[in-house]
């Protein structure tokens, strides 16, 4: 069976910022499929649930508050790598628009809601280092019908 690093929130563990999840039904619907590893890059990285939220300014990760909270977000990326390392994973599911596993868009670091190309940190740390990286999204849409 595929191991397959993914997000915690989207299989339903409270560890967003807001202290939420975002369950998302048909990826646990594929659990059967796959080997799926919980990880959550922001707890990795020492950050509390709930959390003041945060959005990438430029090179550094600001939470709404204005604290500089890059350093977490590093640290949370490498354990996730580190994880993948371990676990010989080449497949990632991670939480769209986050900053720390958003694909292709995320937030504009204004706390307004507007979105901008890029990736967040771990995502762009897993992408430089081979690994293949899904939006929840994108990993339905491959991986539904097999």
């Known amino acids: 069976m595929k191991r397959v690093l993914i997000s915690a929130c989207l299989l339903g563990l409270k560890c967003r910022y807001d202290g939420l999840s975002k369950e998302n039904k048909d990826i646990i619907n594929m659990i059967k499929q796959f080997e799926f590893i919980p990880v959550c890059p922001e707890v990795f990285g020492g950050l ?6 945060s959005e990438i300014k430029g090179e550094r990760v600001i939470n709404k508050d204005g604290l500089d909270v890059t350093s977490n977000y590093l640290r949370g990326a490498e354990e996730t790598l580190r994880l993948c390392k371990l676990y010989n994973v080449d497949t990632v599911v991670l939480k769209a628009k986050s900053p720390s596993c958003g694909k292709g868009l995320i937030y504009d670091g204004t706390f307004s809601g507007n979105l901008i190309e890029g990736n967040g940190i771990t995502t762009q740390l897993l992408i430089d280092n081979g ?4 939006t929840e999204d994108e990993f339905i849409k491959e991986f539904k019908n097999i």
């Open 48 to 53: 509390e649930t709930p959390r003041v939220p």
């Open 131 to 134: 690994i293949k990286v899904f």
